[in-house]
């Protein structure tokens, strides 16, 4: 029996994913966490094989996270989740030794497979996900589904973005949204960061590609 835990901050998701996976043969769901703060409270007790972990948990940096898990079990195996097809958090959380990422639309086979495997002692990475490291490697890789932006941009977060597109600076995007510099600042490194793109000229190439300019 391949024992799973799955941690995702979108509760309907979470569930869903819980009761379908908990049907499968040979596989039992022992538990759930909605944030990473709740996993960690968790984690030391918890007999599993395989951790789920969404790529992006509001309440805590995916690196910290991470390192938190491998104190307390280095021994974990962690299959990453995301919405994300053209990524770079791949490259940072490989430092710390997680078997898989998968897209979080795979079908149902191709999760058992990455389940399956990694429980196996192998390591599954879609090859949906494009992970290169060069510029061109990522020039048609980061096209979201509109139904998934809202997923994974606030509305704040999307109003910034919107504003770095129209070339206002962070001390005009503060005054305009009634927001400190610093916050700002802030908004701007995780939209970095959650859309796998490396500057401002990264952000105004996903903002066209995704139709997101007025």
Not at 43 to 71: K, N, W
Not at 102 to 124: C, I, P, W
Not at 127 to 135: P, Q
Request: aromatic letters at 6%.
């Amino acid at each position: 029996m391949i024992r799973v835990f799955i941690t995702d901050d979108h509760e309907i998701y979470l569930e869903g994913l819980a009761l379908l996976l908990g049907k499968q043969d040979g596989i039992e769901v022992i538990g759930t966490a909605i944030s990473g703060k709740d996993l960690l409270g968790q984690i030391q007790g918890l007999q599993t094989d395989i951790l789920l972990l969404d790529v992006y948990l509001p309440d805590i940096g995916e690196e910290e996270l991470l390192q938190g898990i491998r104190a307390c079990r280095p021994e974990m195996k962690v299959i990453y989740l995301t919405l994300l097809r053209g990524t770079r958090y791949i490259h940072k959380l490989t430092r710390h030794n997680i078997q898989g990422y998968l897209l979080k639309n795979a079908a149902l086979e191709e999760l058992l497979t990455a389940v399956r495997t990694v429980h196996d002692g192998g390591s599954y990475f879609s090859k949906d996900i494009h992970i290169g490291d060069r510029e061109e490697d990522f020039r048609n890789t980061i096209t979201i589904e509109d139904r998934q932006i809202d997923d994974i941009l606030s509305r704040r977060e999307l109003e910034v973005l919107k504003l770095i597109c129209k070339e206002y600076s962070n001390a005009e995007i503060a005054e305009k949204l009634f927001l400190s510099v610093s916050t700002v600042e802030t908004h701007r490194k995780n939209l970095i960061a959650k859309l796998g793109v490396n500057n401002t000229v990264g952000l105004v190439k996903f903002a066209l590609r995704n139709n997101l300019i007025d």
